[in-house]
């Protein structure tokens, strides 16, 4: 239900990316909303990456910089991100 006055909510999308051998820590592959965010969703599922939806988080990555590091008070949460990821990947093989 769309509240008087409020600007419409859009969806947000953030793609990361950690390498162990490349990165020390995850970084920010892309990001966007609206169609761009749609356009980002697509893209994962086309290449069978998995999509934590997690909007509060979303909107903490989505306020950082394309190829930026994650920053340290945010390790915790992108940590349950990557471990979800790592267990569902080794449910497939």
């Known amino acids: 239900m769309k509240v008087p006055g409020e ?3 859009r969806r947000k999308a953030v793609a990361l990316r950690y ?3 490349k990165d020390q820590a995850p970084k920010i592959l892309a990001k966007g909303a609206g169609h761009l ?3 980002i969703i697509e893209i994962a599922r086309e290449n ?3 999509i934590y939806p ?3 988080l ?3 990555l989505s306020k950082l910089d394309v ?3 994650i920053p340290g008070h ?3 949460a992108v940590a349950e991100v990557l471990a979800f990821v790592y267990r569902l990947n080794r449910g497939r093989q």
């Open 7 to 9: 600007p419409p909510v």
């Open 19 to 21: 390498d162990e051998s």
């Open 37 to 39: 965010a749609d356009r």
């Open 48 to 50: 069978g990456l998995q």
């Open 54 to 56: 997690d909007k509060d």
């Open 58 to 60: 979303v909107e903490l």
């Open 67 to 69: 190829n930026a590091e």
């Open 74 to 76: 945010l390790y915790k």
